[in-house]
């Protein structure tokens, strides 16, 4: 019988062995320290300049709303056909009108070159006058225009009258006041390209001829074109 004399070995894994620590110069740390300087002084000089930018930008929105031009405002507080109880009252024909044109901005003014006045009835041409010379309106004010359209201004004859009077018998007769002008803003020495404002005002008036209380003092839409 044989038996095996050779007695086993068992390697137990031990723990590994710790590397080698490098040896830190000084001149190491102060790169790091020098490292860590400039991050933090670039990180303060982005934060100031992206806080002058903020504020720059600021400044400049604001400005921006304080200068920006808003177009004229127009309200119609009176018009009016006196004879247009009168089955033949289109030889004396005659309307009148009031409105006021306010500058609401703070710091910009309009230049008016001129300004028409024209009234249409379904959407034709009735008449038309000059209301005001060219004159300058300064921010924050309100200017009266008024005008009166009759004989040579205002051209209806007896089949427009009856149209007229074919409206009125349902309760009012619906016109509409058209004023244009070409303006300017200005903003002391600075002056903005010519626009052609339009302000349409559409007014009912009565059977007595008198505007309607529903259009009294009522806004006016202006656009450009």
């Known amino acids: 019988m044989y038996s095996n004399d050779n007695i086993p070995i068992h390697h137990e894994p031990g723990p590994n062995p710790k590397p080698l620590q490098r040896h830190r110069t000084t001149r190491y740390y102060m790169q790091r320290v020098q490292d860590s300087l400039t991050t933090r ?5 982005c934060t100031i300049f992206l806080g002058l930018l903020f504020i720059a930008g600021l ?17 119609i507080h009176d018009f009016s056909v006196p004879g247009l109880a009168q089955e033949s009252g289109f030889e004396n024909a005659q309307i009148t009108f009031n409105v006021t044109a306010r500058n609401s901005n703070q710091q910009v003014g309009v230049y008016y070159e001129s300004m028409v006045g024209s009234v249409f009835f379904q959407e034709q041409k009735i008449g038309s006058m000059p209301l005001l ?3 300058y309106q300064e921010p924050k004010n309100t200017t009266v225009v008024d005008g009166v359209l009759s004989g040579a201004t205002l051209t209806v004859n007896s089949e427009r009258w009856g149209e007229f009077q074919g409206e009125r018998v349902h309760g009012s007769v619906v016109f509409r006041l058209e004023l244009t002008s070409v303006i300017e803003f200005h903003i002391h020495t600075w002056g ?10 559409d007014v009912g008036v009565g059977p007595d001829g008198y505007i309607l209380l529903a259009y009294r003092d009522k806004r006016c839409p202006v656009y450009f074109s």
């Open 59 to 75: 400044i400049a929105f604001i400005l921006w709303l304080s200068l920006r031009p808003h177009r004229p405002r127009f309200f």
């Open 133 to 135: 010379f060219p004159f």
């Open 41 to 45: 002084v670039s990180k303060i000089i």
């Open 192 to 201: 903005s390209k010519r626009h052609t404002m339009h302000a349409n005002c």
